[in-house]
């Protein structure tokens, strides 16, 4: 046989063989492990989004509306005010979240005790996101015997300045004395050296009046020479009686009250305040003749702290509650990454003369950016989706102001208008989907 004709032979053999269909068997073992996980995916996965999609172009009555919903839900106040406070809680809590557990990361790898400080940082995330929500609103209640946040505001508040005031008081006597629109009081009569003002109140709210246990009772003053003195009471016993406009026996002196002598030109000459029995005094003042004046500081509101659970505050309150659940997270996975760095990069930039500085922001974090991608896409998609906190935080009054798309959907939801709330979710699975891709992506990738 010719060297040509074996040659020819072999290719076609070759030829033949490549033609044959491939004969390699599937194993069955692997539908049974394949078949449920496929079951499980097109019924709680595949099904339900495909019925969204076909619902959301359905109305609440089942008739076929097309695009309606989707038109209607742009137009609506609240799905603006969603998107909007969407927008703020992506631009805002991930970046902050990421960056705080960078830094706790860094700062953990160097100090002692790491893993008890660790675990406290990451304590938060074995709480449920309601129990949080539920935590942080009573944190940021405005009264501050309930919240924390303004009890210590109030206490700094009352600390650094006058914590003695008497919202809603009033002069007993309008003849005598009037009461300007500022609410300072002032006496319609002047007083000379030698006399005694006598300056009743009323209408002091009740929980400004001290308790019976803390009151002084009021003292009449005396007459003293060279001096203008005078007395400021709560023209009011418990249970009632006495006489108006005289001091009686169960009525409470005001303390630390801010008087001052005015002169006839409306100029302050001089200012004191009452003692805990009300008295008051003002020595050498000469002949002249004055009118007192009760400041109108001293009938300010108390400080009650900030009204974080407003409209206007909510948002950010919202957003400091998931920093503290999700800081532990991204300080533990960049932890994690930080445990992988070559040391002998950051070593050898320190005997080069670089600052910790410059080592941290040109060596640690370049070689931490894998991670922290990671990290940012994470609460990226959590914060889009985010419900719980939303739900449970803000007040009455405040939850327009501080929703979000998935409270949006679960409200249509509930009020039975399934197309309206179908079209919500597809809206959010919409602007959730470029994050699971762009992390899909960084998976395959391997970073």
Do not use: C
Request: proline share 5%; hydrophobic share 50%; net charge negative.
């Amino acid at each position: 046989m010719s060297t040509d004709t074996v040659a020819s032979r072999t290719r076609e053999e070759k030829t033949n063989f490549e033609e044959q269909p491939s004969r390699k068997r599937i194993n069955p073992m692997l539908w049974w492990f394949l078949g449920p996980a496929v079951l499980i995916l097109i019924v709680m996965i595949i099904y339900p989004a495909g019925y969204s999609v076909v619902r959301s172009l359905f109305d609440d009555s089942g008739n076929f509306v097309g695009l309606d919903n989707y038109v209607r839900m742009f137009s609506m106040s609240s799905t603006k005010q969603a998107i909007q406070n969407n927008l703020i809680w992506v631009l805002a809590a991930p970046l902050i979240t990421t960056t705080l557990g960078l830094i706790l990361a860094v700062l953990m790898d160097k100090i002692r005790w790491k893993t008890a400080f660790r675990l406290i940082i990451f304590m938060p995330m074995a709480i449920s996101m309601l129990a949080a929500g539920i935590i942080f609103r009573s944190i940021f209640q405005q009264n501050p015997n309930i919240g924390f946040a303004n009890a210590a505001i109030v206490a700094v508040q009352q600390l650094v300045g006058d914590s003695t005031q008497y919202p809603g008081a009033r002069p007993r006597d309008t003849e005598a004395f009037t009461q300007g629109a500022d609410n300072a009081i002032e006496s319609n009569q002047t007083f000379s050296a030698g006399d005694v003002a006598a300056v009743p109140l009323v209408g002091i709210r009740q929980d400004a009046i001290p308790d019976p246990e803390d009151q002084t009772q009021a003292m009449p003053a005396d007459s003293v020479d060279g001096s203008i003195t005078g007395t400021v009471w709560l023209d009011f016993a418990r249970g009632g009686g006495g006489e108006s406009g005289v001091i009686d026996d169960g009525e409470a002196g005001l303390g630390g009250m801010e008087v001052a002598i005015v002169d006839p030109a409306g100029g302050v000459v001089a200012t004191t305040e009452t003692n805990d029995d009300g008295t008051f005094g003002f020595e050498e003042i000469g002949g002249e003749s004055f009118t007192v004046k009760l400041s109108a500081a001293n009938f300010a509101e108390a400080p009650t702290g900030i009204d974080w659970l407003g409209p206007s505050l909510i948002t950010p309150v919202m957003i400091v509650a998931f920093i503290w659940i999700w800081a532990g997270f991204a300080m533990v996975m960049i932890g994690a990454g930080l445990s992988a760095v070559d040391r002998s990069l950051m070593e050898a930039a320190r005997v080069d003369g670089a600052s910790e500085w410059q080592v941290f922001r040109h060596v640690t974090v370049p070689q931490l950016r894998p991670t922290i991608t990671v990290v940012l896409v994470t609460l990226t998609i959590n914060v889009l989706k985010i419900f719980d906190l939303v739900y449970v935080i803000p007040p009455g009054q405040s939850k327009e102001a501080g929703t979000v798309v998935a409270v949006e959907m679960w409200k249509q939801f509930g009020n039975y208008n399934y197309g309206m709330g179908s079209a919500l979710a597809i809206l959010l699975v919409i602007m959730v989907l470029p994050f699971m891709l762009w992390q899909v992506r960084n998976f395959r990738k391997g970073n």
